[in-house]
């Protein structure tokens, strides 16, 4: 769920454990460049639950799989977890979340994360949004995500659970930090430390619309961290502040880890608004660095300014789009430790649509070089995904509009393509086409025709594993699945 104005809030949860359903094997479609995509997706756990209506006006799409992230086991690139969003509901997150696991890197089996009422054995919430999944230097699987309810309160908690068999079950439920209203919580990602066994960290923002009205809004960045394998989490604390500047909010928190020195850097997106809480002031990606396991931060550093502009179907505006806008993707070289970002953003197109964006850092993030346009020119395009392989090859994914046609308001042909930078040099780049071409407008509607605020790219040893979303034509009780592949990157 993204949030950029305050909404209606969230908390505390219950129980454990969950059990592998319908480990049916995974179906696959080959891409244009001959690899399978596998279907993660296999059927709905959730078909029969009525749990959830906000209002009359409140529309599930059963069998929508979106939103989906994934981890691969660093000892085993095998051994890989999906997380996603499972029955989009148009008016804010999900029936549920649901992973993919397998141990063969082919055949995904399907298990229920306990996030809401809806999965088994689950967490007191109508609803679940905002999957995400890492795995540790010893193979503990951590999943996080966040817990909602709209009718019978005003609730948003933060989730997480752990998997110490690849993701084919799940325990130690832990509400991280809960709210009600005024407060919001919103968009937690999850890292597991790559170098300290045991070690992950959970960051978000927290929206403060207290008193309710114009001209108030805070929304600092926190952290919730656990040091024993997820078994404990320590209580939630700010340390991004957002204070100093009336109406700001932060979104979009990410950490990734220097795997060479330990360092985190956490980025994100800050957002200014004026009074009226409609109209934005100022909007840049920043990044603060912590030397010591999270236990301080650094004070922020400007990394870009953001410079997207409203997601739609350029034929016609008013058909909205949701992707990854205000989302930063960042990457460091394991090798060098150079840190990457990429983004959407308009530099390129004077501004009228979104391109894929990419900035870098030599220095630990202390200054950043100017943007590099990594999609093509004159293409709209979106939700882009970053990662650097051992060999400092950068990877990135994104949607393109490329095969629209001019005067087509009908359908919106859409497909994902992968592009590498050996050594991250943009005059050695590549791009290859890796899903079929689909229909955009074919996704369930959530504030826009929705496959998810982002999708997912690892480095898997030999090149890069990507998880994404397409649609089905003609097929309205199963509009979309969540296809995975591995592809190389040299």
């Not at 937690?188 to 809004?217: E, F």
């Not at 093509?376 to 395009?381: E, L, M, N, Q």
């Not at 826009?448 to 030999?462: E, N, P, R, S, T």
Request: hydrophobic share 35%.
């Amino acid at each position: 769920m993204r949030v950029r104005l305050p909404l209606t809030a969230v908390t505390t949860a219950a129980l454990l454990l969950v059990t592998v359903t319908g480990a049916t094997p995974a179906a696959a479609d080959r891409n244009p460049d001959g690899r399978p995509l596998v279907k993660v997706s296999q059927g709905d756990p959730y078909a029969q639950c009525t749990i959830g209506a906000r209002s009359p006006d409140s529309v599930v799409y059963p069998g929508t799989e979106v939103e989906p992230y994934l981890a691969v086991d660093p000892r085993d690139p095998r051994r890989v977890v999906t997380v996603f969003q499972q029955d989009r509901w148009n008016d804010g997150g999900a029936r549920g979340l649901a992973a993919g696991w397998t141990t063969d890197g082919h055949t995904f089996h399907r298990s229920t994360l306990p996030f809401s009422l809806c999965a088994p054995g689950g967490a007191d919430y109508e609803r679940a949004t905002d999957p995400w999944v890492s795995t540790g230097p010893d193979g503990t699987v951590y999943a996080g995500g966040e817990g909602v309810d709209f009718t019978k309160s005003t609730r948003s908690a933060l989730l997480t659970v752990t998997s110490r068999d690849g993701g084919r079950t799940w325990q130690n439920l832990t509400t991280t930090h809960v709210d009600e209203q005024p407060f919001f919580n919103d968009k937690p990602s999850l890292t597991a430390d790559p170098v300290r066994k045991g070690t992950a960290y959970q960051v978000w923002d927290r929206l403060d619309n207290d008193p309710p009205g114009p001209s108030s809004l805070d929304g600092p960045g926190y952290i919730s961290l656990t040091r024993d394998g997820g078994r404990t989490w320590s209580k939630a604390r700010p340390f991004v502040d957002t204070s100093a500047v009336p109406n700001t909010q932060t979104i979009g928190h990410l950490i990734v880890a220097d795997r060479r020195t330990g360092t985190l850097y956490d980025f994100f997106d800050t957002i200014t608004f004026a009074d009226d809480l409609t109209t934005v002031l100022d909007a840049h990606y920043a990044m603060v660095t912590s030397t010591d396991a999270g236990e301080t931060w650094s004070t922020p550093v400007t990394v870009a300014r953001d410079t997207a502009v409203p997601e739609v179907d350029p034929n016609d505006p008013t058909k909205l789009l949701r992707a990854s806008s205000t989302l930063p993707s960042p990457a460091v070289d394991p090798r060098t430790g150079t840190l990457y970002m990429a983004y959407e953003g308009a530099d390129f197109s004077a501004g009228e649509f979104d391109s894929i964006q990419l900035v870098r850092s030599t220095d630990g993030g202390r200054t950043w070089g100017s943007p590099e346009l990594i999609s093509p020119d004159g293409v709209p395009a979106f939700s882009p995904s970053i990662a650097v392989d051992e060999r400092g090859t950068v990877a990135l994914t994104y949607y393109d509009l490329r095969f629209l046609e001019p005067g087509d308001t009908t359908t919106l042909p859409t497909a994902y393509q992968l592009a590498t930078l050996p050594h991250g040099d943009p005059e050695l780049q590549a791009e290859r086409r890796i899903s079929r071409v689909f229909d955009w407008l074919q996704a369930p509607f959530a504030g826009g025709y929705f496959l998810g605020d982002y999708q997912g790219l690892v480095a898997d040893g030999k090149g890069v594993r990507a998880v994404l979303t397409e649609t089905h034509s003609g097929a309205p009780r199963n509009r979309t699945d969540v296809y995975t592949a591995t592809f190389r990157t040299r």
